[in-house]
């Protein structure tokens, strides 16, 4: 071919292309490599351009003339469309191509058909090189990301229906294995029980475990108090005989009308065999109504014990499994979740100040990790400490002594609530974390002076630290102080860095993933945690004073150079793998199980194993650029 031929064809192409988006927007030059490089290629009707079974996309599509028909191959539903019809102008396959991966679609020419074809190698080559190419392509992965979440929400949508409405099931509504006695127990013992159990009633039973009686705590005044009742006798001549009960096939709304109809607070839940199943009470049917945001916040800051601040726990999961089905994001829902959780705790502290003498010392509860970075989950245990300041050196230990003591019974509370004891006794109750602030200077100095391996641990969750109640200003002298001495030490900077790029994000060469011996990966240790690290590095080298990690990507990200579309993307990416950790966690268990992070690919529809690659690849493109910045 002759190179005025060449040309002529050239310009052909750059004319076609000029007529469709985002090519019609597109740098000259970025459009001219496309052109140049482009082979047309004719398809006849009825054969196949592209199929899964191909493998790796060889070539990137763009129709010139006919039709080409997608159509999604297996059984899962992979987009929210099974075909559609390509026409000229519209390309193919850009999520395969990208995660060099095979096709999930079939793409088959229903017209005689001419295609643009350019090599993978190629496309990557433009993407890199055009941000209109970068962002159309980026745009379509975000489109991936938006069917996930209305996937999920449809999921958890029927989850939380079938758990939070009125029509639960009492088999389903039920959680605690039943208490009860047998009607020759005596008295006394019973109402023992009932008040060591903090039970609102106790059930007697006959030898099957059938119920014949109840007492309720409002027997007791008229009954026992005021008829002077010896405590002696046995409970089944206190008892009210032939209790209401239901079966556990019976919906909390006919429990509610039932206990509307007859006056009383609880109902027995019985098996079809008539055995005791559990009690209701009104306080359950309550709760299925009760779970908003306010109303859970009213519920923390009226809270007058622990017991009240225990359901009120329960609740804030509640509410992260409605937020779900409610399609919030990982970001907002972990703020939430966060938030939820700062107003408990401060209510916990407020309430053990009433407890403890604290008189003459200005402190603050610092939350650290997680907590520090506004990124709860639902499985999250205690990393907390104290900075305090009294008038005189001399006060120094007797104030952490009345401290110590505080914080010990914030962390029991705290762990009544379903907050795990930390551990690595990573908790205010522990002295080497109880200090004054310039202790804690002292302390983070020598980390950031002698970085060994355990100092670079304690960096890692030490320097994501905030004020959950008390001086603010402590938290800002420590933060102003710790952003300072970690920005000219560079060789600290260097080791963190180095550090963070010990784990890397679990994809293959050959597989999608590379997996565990139990097949599974651990989404916090080798996903979250990747974005967490650099993110926390960048900050202290740009002097970004927020904690959180997606706070710190965005506001490190002008100062190191990338773009907002890129940002968004490595942001993106880190938000999906803390929503399918959401998502792992059982929401109805207690916090900090041992498979809570873990992940089995396998278990994920195509779509969601997709985007779960590609959000390993930002972490990736993540740590490229950290070690490109300390050249490791």
């Known amino acids: 071919m002759t190179t005025e031929a060449a040309n002529l064809l050239v310009g052909a192409s750059t004319d076609f292309l000029r007529n469709f988006s985002p090519f019609n927007r597109m740098e000259a030059e970025a459009l001219a490599f496309l052109a140049e490089r482009a082979v047309l290629a004719f398809h006849p009707r009825g054969s196949d351009i592209l199929t899964p ?55 088959v020419a229903v017209e005689d058909s001419f295609c643009f074809q350019l090599g993978a190698d190629d496309f990557l080559h433009l993407m890199q090189m055009s941000p209109v190419f970068h962002l159309f392509c980026t745009q379509y992965i975000a489109s991936l990301l938006n069917q996930s979440r209305q996937q999920l ?199 053990a100040r009433e407890r403890h003498d604290l008189l003459g010392i200005d402190f603050a509860w610092i939350a650290f990790g997680s907590e520090g970075r506004h990124e709860q989950t639902l499985s999250t245990d205690q990393d907390n400490g104290i900075v305090f300041r009294v008038v005189a050196s001399s006060q120094v230990d007797e104030a952490r002594r009345r401290l110590l003591a505080f914080a010990k019974t914030v962390n029991d509370d705290l762990a009544a609530c379903g907050f795990p004891l930390c551990k690595g006794n990573i908790m205010a109750s522990n002295p080497d974390l109880c200090l004054t602030l310039e202790e804690w200077k002292s302390r983070f100095g020598d980390w950031i002076r002698e970085p060994d391996p355990q100092a670079l641990l304690n960096a890692s969750i030490f320097f994501d630290f905030r004020v959950l109640y008390g001086n603010e200003r402590f938290g800002d002298q420590l933060r102003t102080w710790l952003n300072k001495a970690a920005k000219g030490n560079t060789t600290f900077l260097r080791m963190m860095a180095a550090n963070a790029l010990k784990v890397l994000p679990p994809l293959g060469r050959i597989r999608d993933f590379v997996l565990e011996d139990d097949g599974s990966i651990d989404l916090k240790k080798s996903g979250a945690r990747l974005f967490v690290d650099v993110a926390r590095i960048l900050a202290l080298r740009t002097g970004v004073d927020s904690s959180s ?42 916090h900090d199980t041992a498979d809570d992070n873990r992940v089995d690919p396998e278990s994920l529809n195509e779509l969601d194993r997709r985007i779960l690659k590609e959000a390993f690849r930002q972490a990736r493109k993540l740590q490229l650029r950290l070690k490109l910045d300390y050249q490791l």
Do not use: W
Not at 90 to 100: D, N, V
Not at 553 to 569: H, P, V
């Open 53 to 107: 079974e191909m493998g790796v996309p060889r070539h990137f599509y763009i129709v010139q003339r006919g039709k080409v028909q997608a159509s999604q191959t297996g059984s899962t539903t992979v987009t929210e469309y099974a075909s559609m019809t390509l026409g000229p102008g519209e390309c193919f396959p850009i999520g395969a191509i990208s995660a060099r991966r095979p096709s999930t679609n079939a793409y």
């Open 153 to 351: 929400q449809t999921t958890f949508a029927q989850r939380a229906a079938e758990q939070q409405t009125m029509t639960t099931s009492l088999g389903k509504l039920v959680k605690q294995d039943p208490v009860f006695v047998s009607a020759d127990t005596p008295t006394r013992s019973a109402l023992e029980r009932m008040n060591e159990l903090r039970l609102g009633c106790m059930v007697v039973v006959d030898d099957e475990r059938r119920p014949v009686g109840v007492v309720t705590q409002s027997d007791l005044l008229p009954r026992v108090i005021l008829a002077a009742f010896d405590l002696a006798r046995p409970i089944g001549e206190l008892m009210t005989a032939n209790p209401h009960q239901l079966p556990t096939t019976a919906s909390a709304y006919d429990a509610a009308l039932e206990m509307a109809t007859h006056g009383v607070r609880h109902l027995l839940v019985v098996d079809s065999d008539g055995i005791l199943k559990g009690v209701v009470s009104e306080r359950d049917l309550f709760t299925l109504q009760r779970i908003s945001l306010r109303q859970i916040r009213a519920g923390i800051e009226n809270a007058a014990d622990i017991h009240a601040l225990q359901r009120a726990s329960a609740d804030i999961r509640q509410l992260a499994l409605n937020l779900i089905a409610q399609g919030i994001g990982a970001e907002q829902l972990t703020q939430f979740i966060s938030a939820l959780n700062d107003a408990l705790t401060r209510r916990i502290i407020v309430l």
């Open 549 to 590: 990690t997606v706070q710190r990507l965005r506001q490190a990200s002008t100062k190191i150079g990338f773009t907002a579309e890129e940002i968004a993307a490595i942001i993106d990416g880190f938000n999906f793998i803390q929503l399918l950790r959401l998502r792992s966690q059982h929401l109805e268990t207690k």
